[in-house]
């Protein structure tokens, strides 16, 4: 059974920088794509991110695009995310998740198969 666990997430001044870390475990990690996910209070779960297996294809939502990026290092079995120049609008519950399908990049949460629980992004104004 895959486990995912992400760290990295706090109250973070808009601007500013964080790198968001899912560990990986249970299976063998250079055979999932990853993504990242977002929700905010009230809002539904919406794509941020997605790394193929051997992190050569990423793929980005609009509103991150040029701000964030997806990475991973699969000796260490961790996906990251680099978060820069934070708006109040990024503040929301940040998941990791993985995928089956390897060299895929998906965009939909209903193709991943696993999911971490979350680590929470505040940005202040």
């Known amino acids: 059974q895959v486990q995912l666990v992400e760290s990295g997430g706090r109250l973070v001044q808009a601007g500013g920088s964080l790198r968001l870390s899912c560990a990986f475990s249970g299976r063998t990690f250079r055979n999932y794509a990853m993504g990242w996910f977002r929700q905010a209070p009230g809002k539904e779960r919406e794509f941020v991110a997605a790394?193929?297996?051997?992190?050569?294809?990423?793929y980005y939502a609009n509103s991150v695009k040029g701000r964030f990026t997806i990475s991973r290092d699969n000796a260490k079995n961790t996906v990251y995310l680099q978060m820069n120049s934070l708006k109040p609008e990024d503040t929301a519950v940040y998941y990791c998740?993985?995928?089956?399908?390897?060299?895929?990049?998906?965009?939909?949460?209903?193709?991943?198969?696993?999911w971490g629980q979350g680590t929470q992004v505040t940005v202040s104004s």
């Open positions: 790394i193929s297996w051997s992190g050569a294809n990423t």
């Open positions: 998740a993985a995928d089956s399908q390897r060299s895929r990049w998906s965009t939909w949460p209903y193709e991943y198969d696993y």
